[in-house]
């Protein structure tokens, strides 16, 4: 069974950084995609950012410029380094997986459909 585990969330003021990690427990596979998605409260659950095994990134118009997602395979970890925050970036954060067995190619999705797998969030709140 996967398990994702997020960490990293925390109150900085609009400016700062944050950078959010998810650390997966997976027993094996060959290709994958990864993402991070957001709740605010009242609204509904948005992409952020994804990346999959070949490398290749997504990101929402919203966090371009400001958010970089990446990776590192020997520890099974996902990472979002969220920098120049803003208060509307305030929300509840997801890590996001799917892992297959088989191979495959999976692009770089930003839908929640496409994801089998989630964390239970962490939390980031951003002060005006």
């Known amino acids: 069974q996967v398990q994702l585990v997020e960490s990293g969330g925390g109150s900085v003021q609009s400016g700062g950084s944050l950078r959010l990690s998810c650390a997966a427990s997976?027993?094996?596979?060959?290709?994958?995609?990864m993402g991070w998605f957001r709740q605010a409260p009242g609204k509904e659950r948005e992409g952020v950012a994804a990346?999959?095994?070949?490398?290749?990134?997504n990101y929402a118009d919203s966090v371009k410029g400001r958010f970089t997602i990446s990776r590192d395979n020997a520890k099974n970890t996902l990472y979002l380094q969220m920098n120049s925050l803003k208060p509307e970036d305030t929300a509840m954060y997801y890590c996001?997986?799917?892992?297959?067995?088989?191979?495959?190619?999976?692009?770089?999705?930003?839908?929640?459909?496409?994801?089998?797998?989630w964390g239970q969030g962490t939390q980031v709140t951003v002060s005006s």
């Open positions: 996001a997986a799917l892992f297959s067995p088989i191979g495959g190619s999976y692009y770089e999705s930003l839908e929640i459909p496409h994801y089998p797998y």
């Open positions: 997976v027993y094996t596979y060959i290709t994958y995609r």
């Open positions: 990346i999959n095994s070949d490398g290749n990134t």
